[in-house]
């Protein structure tokens, strides 16, 4: 059984930074692409950034390019949302999740496409 565990979630004012980290354990980490999406009340889970298994392809979605940054370190079975100048609009719990295909090519934005989900951790921006 894959367990997802976010942490790094809080509350902080507009401009300021947060990095969000996904503990991974249950399978191997490293043959698997990972992602992290978003929902904020009352609005459908969106998708904000995927990376792939091997680490060398990244997709964001537009809103946050250019200011949110993911990564992961396969040896410690973890991966990370880097997010710089922060904006209310980021306001939401944000998710980690395992792609379900063993060493896919490139990363994706389809929440389909992804098997396991973490608990969340919430984000809160004040303006």
């Known amino acids: 059984q894959v367990q997802l565990v976010e942490s790094g979630g809080g509350l902080v004012q507009a401009g300021d930074s947060l990095r969000l980290s996904c503990a991974a354990s249950?399978?191997?980490?490293?043959?698997?692409?990972m992602g992290w999406f978003r929902q904020a009340p009352g609005k459908e889970r969106e998708f904000v950034a995927a990376?792939?298994?091997?680490?060398?392809?990244?997709i964001y979605a537009d809103s946050v390019k250019g200011r949110f940054t993911i990564s992961r370190d396969n040896a410690k079975n973890a991966q990370y949302l880097q997010m710089n100048s922060l904006k209310p609009e980021d306001t939401a719990v944000y998710y980690c999740a395992a792609d379900r295909s063993r060493f896919r090519v490139g990363a994706t934005r389809r929440p389909a496409e992804y098997d396991y989900w973490g608990q969340g951790t919430q984000v809160t921006v004040s303006s």
């Open positions: 249950g399978r191997t980490f490293s043959s698997y692409g």
């Open positions: 990376i792939s298994w091997s680490g060398t392809s990244t």
